[in-house]
């Protein structure tokens, strides 16, 4: 029984050195054995079950496949001056597991030193660059321009006009790729790319420039308002002189009609005086009745001369009496 017990506590003891003997290497890592604390032999990259010193050996594993690194948001100036937020991240692989070991140790180490590298190599790049430079893509792509404003930014030349860049944010990309990479391949880092996610104007100067666009919106319309005025003027002063136009033509035919009319009935008059003279009397008898009739009313306070004819008139009328 004791020979039993013994072999039974010996299978144990060799069954769990065995177990602490083995180790599996997946297929995203790469592993360095450390002994005491320094490396042993060289990484191991192939994937499957592999064997160490139990207690004495310790396995590091350490990822092969793309990392991300994303920066916080860091406040930095341009080269005009102006302050901006860039948020920056990068993609990243452990190409050198020993070096990256004995220089970083850990991911979070690995972090950290992308985060000082990236970006002072950021802050470098925009501190060369004025803002449009960072802002656009690059120097080949146009910007889109509002077709009604054409012919009308003239005078000051830049309202509402974004000026030609000669690099763009594509190429600011690559020149802190090509600066962080080699900085980076030294603690056995491959940088694999660098994007600007985003970048924001400081909250300082954000109500000014937001002031800047209003105003120049204000100058724009101010000029559509001013066409629009001077064409308002234009189409008014066409209306008048056409309507001044057309009142003097109708003013001249009825002068002339009125005046035909005239010639034509004082020719007619003419021709019945000549014909009967005593027409010609009762006419003038009937015209006078008729003027008298609009002269004379009930309210009507006349005062005659004795050679009026008026005043024979009445005078025979009350004869007759």
Known sequence: MRLSGTVCLLTAVLTGIALLSMYTVNQTEQVIITQFGSPVGDPITRPGLHFKMPFIQQVNSFDKRYLAWDGPMVEMSTKDKTYVQVDTFARWRI?????????????????????????????????????????????YRKPLQDESLTGLLTG???????????????????????????????FGIELLDVRFKRINYNQEVLERIYQRMISERLQIAQRFRSEGEGEAARINGNKDRDLNQI????????????????????????????????????????????TYRKVINSDATLVLSTNSELFALLKRAEQKK
Do not use: C, N, W
């Not at 991911?107 to 470098?124: F, K, M, N, P, V």
């Not at 790729?177 to 980076?184: G, N, R, Y």
């Not at 003013?251 to 027409?279: F, L, R, S």
């Open 247 to 290: 009142e003097s033509a109708a003013y001249k035919q009825v002068q002339q009609i009125q005046g035909e009319a005239d010639a034509k009935a004082t020719e007619i008059y003419a021709k019945a005086y000549a014909q009967k003279p005593e027409a010609a009397e009762f006419y003038k008898f009937i015209k006078s009745m008729e």
């Open 156 to 186: 000051e030349g830049t309202l509402g006009v974004l000026r030609p860049i000669r690099i763009g944010r594509v190429k600011i990309e690559k020149d802190v790729f090509d600066s962080a990479a080699p900085k980076l391949a030294e």
């Open 95 to 139: 190409i050198d597991p020993m070096r990256y070991y004995l220089r970083l140790r850990d991911e979070r180490s690995a972090q950290s030193r992308l985060e000082d590298i990236l970006g002072s190599e950021t802050r470098t790049a925009i501190a060369r660059h004025e803002l449009i430079e960072v802002v656009r893509t690059d120097k």
